[in-house]
């Protein structure tokens, strides 16, 4: 019913960039928000950064100063930038969606993207 599909990552040099993209599609009628996580092997899963529909954005403090989050409400897609990476910030990163479907509100998971940082 819905279909999170994350593009943008990679492998690149410390101190470099990516953008992270990530589309909703599906039968959705609403977005509460959207949002970043990353897994890195043998870690639990964090999450990166939020935004709400309203605009609000939460950010882990670690990465809040290197990540933006940012948000096409029409196109159901939602970004991150990241700047400045460093290898710790190598994981799996995942998009998430919090959405209304058929009058019901659920999480949903896109498959992840690799993003590699070397040094």
């Known amino acids: 019913q819905v279909q999170l599909v994350e593009s943008g990552g990679g492998l690149v040099q410390a101190g470099g960039s990516l953008r992270l993209s990530c589309a909703a599609s599906?039968?959705?009628?609403?977005?509460?928000?959207m949002a970043w996580y990353r897994q890195a092997p043998g870690e639990q899963r964090e999450l990166v950064a939020r935004i709400f529909s309203d605009g609000n954005v939460n950010y882990a403090d670690s990465r809040k100063d290197r990540f933006t989050i940012s948000r096409d409400n029409a196109k159901n897609t939602v970004y991150l930038q990241m700047n400045s990476l460093k290898p710790e910030d190598t994981a799996v990163y995942y998009c998430?969606?919090?959405?209304?479907?058929?009058?019901?509100?659920?999480?949903?998971w896109g498959q992840g993207t690799q993003v590699t940082v070397s040094s």
């Open positions: 599906g039968i959705i009628s609403a977005i509460n928000s």
């Open positions: 998430a969606a919090n959405c209304r479907v058929r009058g019901i509100w659920n999480n949903y």
